[in-house]
């Protein structure tokens, strides 16, 4: 049970390495033409860094963040040595093996599509089950939550609402006089959202 439990710990260094923006200028060594942060120490956790800050952190694991149309990927020997990536798709960008960092939200799947990630539904190769490190990790905190079922952990909370997406229904306005009459006439028809609860149309 211990083993199992310590088998799907996420190492502390994730979280914030899934949130943190890369490929923007270093605050310290702005005039230089190396200053574009792309790297990420595991070891101080202390945000974005350009190649000239790594000389503060020698000895220290340091791996180099890359971009694949707009989007964050690291190569798979590099991460592998750290965290078990098993079930995220791959994919070969520039002769290199890489992997996703966060969610690339999909409309709806393709047609014959026969698999898609189990967090973000985006289309998948059948042999994996996950389309990002991000999703992967999500999906390790809702079903490893302390909380009961149906509630939402502070982790899990604290991650979607850093995930740029488009899938969680706003929240219902503040009722006027108006729509509170016309509540009151006529119950709206249960609707199913897409994370599953159901919504009433007012």
Known sequence: MGGDKEENRWPP???????????????????SHKSECNMYCLDCMNGALCSLCLSH?????????RRSSYHDVIRVNEIQKYLDISCVQTYIINSAKVVFLNERPQPRPGKGVTNTCQVCDRSLLDSFRFCSLGC???????????????AVSESEDSYSSSRNTSSFTPSTPPRTGLNFRSAKRRKGTPHRSPMGGLLLEI
């Not at 260094?13 to 270093?26: D, G, I, M, Y």
């Not at 952190?57 to 963040?65: E, G, L, N, V, W």
């Not at 992967?136 to 149906?150: A, C, D």
Request: charged share 35%.
């Open 136 to 150: 992967k990790e999500f999906l390790k905190i809702r079903r490893h939550s302390p909380e009961k079922k149906g």
């Open 13 to 31: 260094w994730l979280k914030p390495l899934l949130k943190e923006h890369f490929f923007v200028q270093c605050k310290f060594h702005a005039d």
């Open 57 to 65: 952190h020698h000895d220290h694991r340091a791996i180099q963040i």
